[in-house]
């Protein structure tokens, strides 16, 4: 079992920074690809941004490059997303999950809440 908790979230003016942490524990052997997910009332579940703990390669949506920036420590199994200019929608719960490539497995944080007032 792997157990993600995730911690960060808050809220925040138009135009402020985001700093989130997933903190990873558990069986994280066979976890290569974790990401961030962000989801509200009205959209499903949407990836945010990804990053391999072995090599550090990230991947961005087209609607996410340049505005948010994933990183990791291995050293402390965690993951960051920052986003220095936030905008009212971006406003959601952000998620952290982490894919287990030997059983494929998604694993899932409970989620936290980034809200941007305008």
């Known amino acids: 079992q792997v157990q993600l908790v995730e911690s960060g979230g808050g809220l925040v003016q138009a135009g402020g920074s985001l700093s989130l942490s997933c903190a990873a524990s558990?069986?994280?052997?066979?976890?290569?690809?974790m990401g961030w997910y962000r989801q509200t009332a009205e959209k499903q579940r949407e990836l945010v941004a990804s990053i391999t703990r072995s090599s550090s390669i990230t991947y961005y949506p087209d609607s996410m490059k340049g505005r948010f920036t994933i990183s990791k420590n291995n050293a402390n199994n965690i993951i960051y997303l920052q986003n220095n200019s936030l905008k009212p929608e971006d406003t959601a719960v952000y998620f952290c999950k982490a894919n287990d490539r030997g059983t494929g497995v998604d694993y899932w944080g409970k989620g936290t809440l980034v809200t941007v007032s305008s």
């Open positions: 558990g069986r994280l052997f066979n976890i290569n690809v």
